[in-house]
């Protein structure tokens, strides 16, 4: 778990998204504490309404590189002029809102909290379906915290699904610390049971993200798991696959249970069923045993599979970890990979929205956006902003038929239709 200072400048859209980004960082275990100085990360909110802004913006960023171990830059300024940040040399990750929540974990797997109770945010429900993983990561502080796998019965977690979706849930977020070893604690693989059953015996109009799933323990389910999102249209054709290094040597250094071929089998699989899907994945990058060679196999595996949301994060220690034992790499040397691994993610996650112009999308309203706005998930999980929602009548939890019109690097921007 992380150690995390956030502030926030300008409108209360922007403060509206700092709370969003605070509530998903202690759904995933980590705690903030006073001050830059005792902060594992800090996350800057930035606001860029005028030029003495854009200054003020910049030289706290400089006060926070020094003053933090990693910093985080996202909000208004970091989308529009992200490249003032880099040209000034700040040491930092420039993301969007949505992306900070998962780039603090460090690769690690998330810790749902305590317990495997459902949350209810808004028409978001979070369901953590078992709490534990069956990973052995070398970089990974999580695993000291949550142990082993501990899966609930099949029959808890619908109960608990369906018990969200009548308290006014219409996006189930079926959430863990692996969900794809879902079971394996009772000698089964159960997660394709589970969605079918969450699916078929749950009334009401509703979509299911499923939340992080480890390849190792995906793969020996993967066909039945993409049957599974083949036949059930509220699950949303979305999977999230931490490969985390395009590299064997690197990944056996990692512990990670897979090898670069499982995690391409699996994207086959979903391939050659869905015609329409998203891959979600995590790199780190600048682990401590990472070579040239070893960077430049991830960035050739990146432009494989050319994942639509990607999680690119540079390697930190953790204490009490293995990988905290490591020599590590030199700073400069991690900047420069998570720069070009950065770039190359900007491309390919524009390149997929762009060839979303024109077409028509059916999507759900999931948050109210900035401004007048609502941020809409299609059946992809792509992420559709439609504007002037009031206006429009629109509100979370409503579907509705928008035209991609034109994109913003990480999400698009729909018309009514």
């Given amino acids: 778990m992380a150690r995390y200072h956030i502030e926030t400048y300008g409108c209360t859209s922007n403060r509206g998204e700092s709370r ?17 100085e005792a902060a594992d990360v800090a996350i800057m909110n930035t606001c860029t309404v005028v030029e003495k802004t854009e200054r003020n913006m910049l030289r706290r960023a400089k006060e926070l590189e020094s003053e933090t171990a990693d910093l985080i830059i996202t909000g208004c300024m970091a989308l529009a002029q992200g490249e003032e940040f880099r040209e000034e040399d700040v040491d930092a990750q420039i993301l969007h809102w949505d992306d900070v929540p998962a780039a603090v974990t460090n690769g690690e797997c998330p810790n749902p909290g305590p317990g495997t109770d459902p949350v209810l945010d808004g028409v978001v429900g979070i369901l953590p379906i078992a709490r534990g993983c069956l990973s052995n990561c070398s970089y990974c502080i999580t695993k000291f915290a949550t142990g082993r796998v501990d899966s609930p019965p099949v ?148 432009r494989e599979v050319r994942p639509e949301k990607v999680n690119v994060t540079r390697f930190s220690k953790r204490p009490g970890t293995d990988a905290a034992e490591m020599k590590g790499l030199g700073g400069t040397v991690k900047k420069e990979r998570s720069k070009e691994m950065s770039e190359l993610k900007r491309e390919v996650v524009a390149e997929a929205y762009e060839s979303m112009i024109g077409e028509t999308r059916r999507v759900m309203a999931v948050r ?48 009514p239709v």
């Avoid at 969003?20 to 830059?36: F, N």
């Avoid at 900035?370 to 579907?399: L, N, W």
């Fill in 155 to 302: 029959e808890e977690n619908v109960e608990k699904a369906r018990a969200l979706v009548h308290a006014g849930a219409k996006e189930l977020r079926i959430t863990g610390q692996d969900t794809g070893v879902y079971g394996w604690d009772e000698g089964d693989r159960k997660l394709p049971e589970l969605l079918d059953r969450i699916c078929t015996e749950i009334d009401g109009d509703f979509r299911v993200r499923l939340g992080m799933a480890n390849p190792g323990g995906i793969h020996g389910i993967r066909e039945e798991l993409v049957e599974a999102f083949d036949r059930h249209e509220q699950l949303y054709n979305f999977i999230h696959l931490p490969v985390q290094s395009g590299s064997d040597t690197v990944l056996e250094d990692m512990r990670r249970q897979h090898r670069v071929e499982k995690f391409l089998e699996i994207v086959e699989t979903f391939d050659s069923t869905l015609d329409y899907w998203t891959l979600s994945t995590d790199f780190i990058v600048g682990f401590p045993t990472e070579t040239e060679e070893d960077h430049a196999q991830s960035m050739a595996l990146f």
């Fill in 20 to 36: 969003q980004i605070e509530s998903a960082l202690r759904d995933a275990g980590h705690y903030p504490v006073d001050g830059p």
């Fill in 368 to 415: 109210e956006g900035t401004g007048d706005s609502v941020k809409c998930r299609d059946e992809a999980y792509r992420q559709i902003i439609v504007r002037d929602a009031t206006e429009r009548g629109i509100e979370p939890g409503d579907f509705l038929d928008v035209e991609v019109t034109s994109h913003q690097t990480v999400y698009a921007f729909g018309e």
